[in-house]
C-alpha cells in the first residue's frame, strides 16, 4: 500500500500559480494510478486531474484544462500539480489519491489512499 502525503499549498493572487506535490510512501508506486481532486467549503469532493503509472495517460476536468498540469517522477514516488492561471474558484482543499492497478480515474470511489489535503487559498 501507499500513503499519500499533500504539500505546496499556500495563498497566491488570481492569475498565479502554485505547485502542489503528493508523496506517496510505501512500496510499488508504479502499481498506483494517481488522482488529484479537491473540496471547497459546502461543496462535494470533486476531480481535478489524473496520470496513469506511466504517464502515458492523463485526463483533466473541463474547468482546469490548460491550465493545470498533472506529472509524475516514479523514481521519487511523487505525483505534482502545476497550478497556473489561478481563479477564486480554485480555493479548496486538494487531495491526493492512488489507485490500484496503474491506472487512474475521474471517480473518487474508485481509489484506495487518500492524503490528508493541503489548502489552496486563491484570492481576487
Known amino acids: 500500500q501507499v500513503q499519500p502525503v499533500e504539500s505546496g499549498g499556500g495563498l497566491v493572487q488570481a492569475g498565479g500559480s502554485l505547485r502542489l506535490s503528493c508523496a506517496a510512501a510505501?512500496?510499488?508506486?508504479?502499481?498506483?494510478?494517481m488522482g488529484w481532486f479537491r473540496q471547497a467549503p459546502g461543496k462535494e469532493r470533486e476531480f481535478v486531474a489524473h496520470?496513469?503509472?506511466?504517464?502515458?495517460?492523463?485526463h483533466y476536468a473541463d474547468s482546469v484544462k490548460g491550465r493545470f498540469t498533472i506529472s509524475r517522477d516514479n523514481a521519487k514516488n511523487t505525483v505534482y500539480l502545476q497550478m497556473n492561471g489561478l481563479k477564486p474558484e480554485d480555493t479548496a482543499v486538494y487531495y491526493c489519491?492512488?489507485?490500484?492497478?496503474?491506472?487512474?480515474?475521474?471517480?473518487?470511489?474508485?481509489?484506495?489512499?487518500w492524503g490528508q489535503g493541503t489548502q489552496v487559498t486563491v484570492s481576487s
Open positions: 489519491a492512488a489507485r490500484f492497478g496503474g491506472l487512474g480515474s475521474s471517480d473518487r470511489n474508485e481509489y484506495d489512499f
Open positions: 510505501g512500496q510499488s508506486f508504479t502499481d498506483y494510478g
Open positions: 496520470i496513469s503509472w506511466t504517464s502515458r495517460t492523463t
